[in-house]
T-cell receptor
């Protein structure tokens, strides 16, 4: 079983839709989590950290469920510019181990 | 501007010809790391460094070397490249202080390597 798993998608949604991705992690000792966005052939860029109480940044909401060992990303009012691959990351141990999921591809269409 | 700079952006080489990909960061980060990204496999860590003169293997270190002589630089060396090292490579850095588990990775803009 992979340490961090994501549904690869693609998720095809119309503009304005709400879409949610989940990411499961297997190591219960994981301390912190992030969501990154990656456009085709470009470097991953930090979208948001994931806090235990959940956090929101504009149209984006991140949640952490430690009991079930998953994190989620909710995107409201999808824009064409949201089309990208979304990577989740789990941080474990003495901050040296960051494990990436393989990413979920989102395609927002007119 | 805070950034991670890697060079070159594109590199085509032949099997066995030694090459170095440079990486430099200006954020005074202790932690630096190299990843390769291949379709369907995601980002896999090659080597990482927690500080100057401290390096460790990641998940796929075979065929690669690194060095960390200065805090800002973390070059990736392929002594004898092979076609299976054709990939997209990213360098990244982050703070490794006491609250470092909340510090995100900052990525360079990637090096696309083709080994023929």
């Amino acid at each position: 079983r992979k340490e961090v798993e994501q549904d690869p998608g693609p998720f095809n949604v119309p503009e304005g839709a709400t879409v949610a991705f989940n990411c499961t992690y297997s190591n219960s000792a994981s301390q912190s989590f992030f969501w990154y966005r990656q456009d085709c052939r470009k470097e991953p860029k930090l979208l948001m950290s994931v806090y235990s109480s959940g956090n929101e940044d504009g149209r984006f909401t991140a949640q952490l469920n430690r009991a079930s060992q998953y994190i989620s990303l909710l995107i409201r009012d999808s824009k064409l510019s949201d089309s990208a691959t979304y990577l989740c990351v789990a941080v474990t141990g003495t901050a040296s181990k960051l494990t990436f999921g393989t990413g979920t591809r989102l395609q927002v269409t007119l | 501007e805070a950034q991670v700079t890697q060079n070159p952006r594109y590199l085509i080489t032949v099997t066995g010809k030694k090459l170095t990909v440079t990486c430099s960061q200006n954020m005074n980060h202790e932690y630096m790391s190299w990843y390769r990204q291949d379709p369907g496999l995601g980002l896999r860590q090659i080597y990482y460094s927690m500080n100057v003169e401290v390096t460790d293997k990641g998940d796929v270190p075979e065929g690669y070397k690194v060095s960390r002589k200065e805090k800002r630089n973390f070059p990736l060396i392929l002594e004898s490249p092979s076609p299976n090292q054709t990939s997209l490579y990213f360098c990244a850095s982050r703070s490794a202080g006491t609250s470092s588990y909340n510090s995100p990775l900052h990525f360079g803009n990637g090096t696309r390597l083709t080994v023929t």
